[in-house]
């Protein structure tokens, strides 16, 4: 069964969409909702593999009903959204 729901350990994840494409990096996990960087520089995506990141005006939330799966190094967003 997929995992769809977010833990703090989902920070610095790739999101990508139903094509396999990037569209984000997982920057903060916040109250069980990650927070999505959708244009991640290389500074942005190791910050948050170390668990520096903080949410900004640049970032939006991913709602659980939006996650398809989550994998050992990818956030899958649904196809139907």
């Not at 959708?38 to 190791?46: A, C, E, F, I, W």
């Amino acid at each position: 069964m997929a995992r769809t729901h977010i833990t703090d350990d989902d920070e610095g994840k790739q999101v990508v969409n139903d094509r396999g494409d990037q569209i984000g990096i997982v920057k903060e996990v916040r109250a069980g909702t990650a927070h999505i960087d959708p244009d991640p520089g290389l500074t942005d995506s190791l910050k948050s593999k170390l668990g520096w990141g903080d949410t900004d005006e640049d970032t939006y939330p991913l709602q659980e009903n939006m996650i398809e799966d989550v994998t050992d190094s990818e956030v899958h967003v649904r196809s139907d959204m």
